[in-house]
């Protein structure tokens, strides 16, 4: 089945600790992103890479750190310096010929 | 940074009405795009804007790129339940460059009631 998986759908973790957040691609996607959406907020840019091995900060990217060692994967964890982790995170990914985003079905993270 | 500026904010109908929302910017864009999420899901595309003054249809859902290149509007005819979640309008900061981030307004949360 091919697609953008996001893991897992619920996320609960305890205040301080650092969490890591899926998103996995079988379409042979080059770009990748991830985004952050809080009530009435729109979907906020936190990090993107368009090849492996390199990535570029978004518009609220401190607290959140990312890799990219294969096509495949995009992971971002969410560190103890993000002040309001909680939220709805959404990866997405795109062909690099063409501007549309596709996005996977999200993590809504709860710190507690 | 760049910003869109998506009306209304929330919209409350009777099944059976016609939406019409809209997007503007201050900046020109080469493309627009609109996306629906149904609540705790991710963003689905809809349309797909990329010539100025273009008119697109997908089903009862009909949007159009403004000949400014400033703005865009989305309209639904006939709304149905299944019609509820929130609109995202969306430009790409580069023009015609793959791979850069969308950009996003703050959402046209739609409820429809039968």
């Known amino acids: 089945d091919g697609g953008i998986t996001q893991s897992p759908k619920y996320l609960f973790r305890k205040e301080g600790q650092n969490v890591t957040l899926s998103c996995e691609q079988n379409l042979n996607h080059d770009a990748m992103y991830w985004y952050r959406q809080d009530p009435g907020q729109g979907l906020r840019l936190i990090y993107y890479s368009q090849i492996v091995n390199d990535f570029q900060k978004g518009d609220i990217a401190e607290g959140y750190s990312v890799s990219r060692e294969k096509k495949e994967s995009f992971p971002l964890t969410v560190t103890s310096a993000q002040k309001n982790p909680t939220a709805f995170y959404l990866c997405a990914i795109s062909i690099v010929r063409f501007t549309e985003a596709f996005f996977g079905q999200g993590t809504r993270l709860t710190v507690v | 940074g760049q910003q869109l500026n998506q009306s209304p904010q929330s919209m409350f109908i009777q099944e059976g009405e016609d939406v019409s929302m809209n997007c503007t910017s201050s900046s020109i864009f080469n493309t627009w795009l609109w996306y629906k999420q149904d609540p705790g899901e991710g963003p689905v595309l809809l349309i797909a804007?990329?010539?100025?003054?273009e008119l697109t249809s997908n089903g009862r859902l009909t949007a159009q790129f403004g000949i400014t290149r400033k703005d865009s509007f989305l309209n639904i005819s006939a709304s149905i339940p299944s019609d509820v979640g929130i609109y995202f309008c969306?430009?790409?900061?580069?023009?015609?460059?793959?791979?850069?981030?969308?950009?996003f307004g703050k959402g046209t949360t739609l409820s429809v009631s039968s």
């Open positions: 804007l990329y010539k100025a003054g």
């Open positions: 969306a430009v790409s900061p580069m023009a015609n460059q793959a791979g850069t981030a969308l950009i």
